[in-house]
């Protein structure tokens, strides 16, 4: 069975970094993107951003909103991806979901809440 | 960055009722890359529809997407009082991939 698991959200001051994971489990890690998507309070769906596999050049993407504040990056020894997010402001506070893939998303994790707030 | 905008932003039937929910791209969507999501409070959402029209494993067939171009559709043929939800289009085709909806309320009236 696939599992993603979001850990490290919580309450962060305007302008400080916080780093979230996701452990994933039940499939072959290092075969598959992964991706993050994130949900404002009461809002609709964001996509943040995505990780490619080693095979296809881990390389990433970020939807303008975040760039150059937040990265992804992966482990795939330890089948964790990470979001890095740097310089946070108020409007980065919603749910952020770790999902396998990036384009059809069959598997979502259940979701960190990060609020950013003074 | 293509843009989608679903149509209408609440949608107000009883169990039993068909729903047509509206999906409108701002340029076209290469190779039909459309898929729709479905989403209860407090839940991770949940594929429903990919390629447009293909429903993913295990959704009931009265869950059925059409379109192709700018313009699609997602039909719930008779809604069961577990479809009253909120459903995202969400377009894969294109610089950046995974651009979602605003989302498509549909409650009980």
């Known amino acids: 069975e696939v599992q993603l698991v979001e850990s490290g959200g919580g309450l962060v001051q305007p302008g400080r970094s916080l780093r979230l994971s996701c452990t994933a489990s039940g499939f072959t890690f290092g075969d598959y993107a992964m991706s993050w998507v994130r949900q404002a309070p009461g809002k609709g769906l964001e996509w943040v951003g995505f990780i490619r596999s080693k095979a296809y050049g881990g390389t990433t993407e970020y939807a303008a909103s975040v760039k150059g504040r937040f990265t992804i990056s992966r482990d795939d020894s330890k089948s964790i991806a990470y979001l890095q997010m740097n310089s946070l402001k108020t409007e980065d506070t919603a749910v952020y979901y770790c999902?396998?893939?990036?384009?059809?998303?069959?598997?979502w994790g259940q979701g960190t809440l990060v609020t950013v707030s003074s | 960055e293509i843009v989608l905008t679903q149509s209408p932003g609440t949608l107000s039937l009883s169990p039993g009722e068909r729903a047509t929910l509206s999906c409108r791209a701002s340029q076209s969507v290469s190779s039909s890359y459309l898929a729709w999501y479905q989403q209860k409070p407090g839940q991770a959402p949940r594929l429903l529809i990919y390629g447009a029209s293909s429903r993913a494993t295990g959704i009931p067939d009265r869950f059925s997407g059409s379109g192709s171009g700018t313009d699609f559709t997602l039909t719930i043929s008779r809604l069961e009082p577990e479809d009253f939800a909120v459903y995202y289009c969400q377009q894969y085709g294109s610089s950046p991939p995974g651009t979602f909806g605003q989302g498509t309320k549909v409650e009980i009236k």
């Open positions: 999902t396998r893939d990036f384009m059809v998303i069959t598997y």
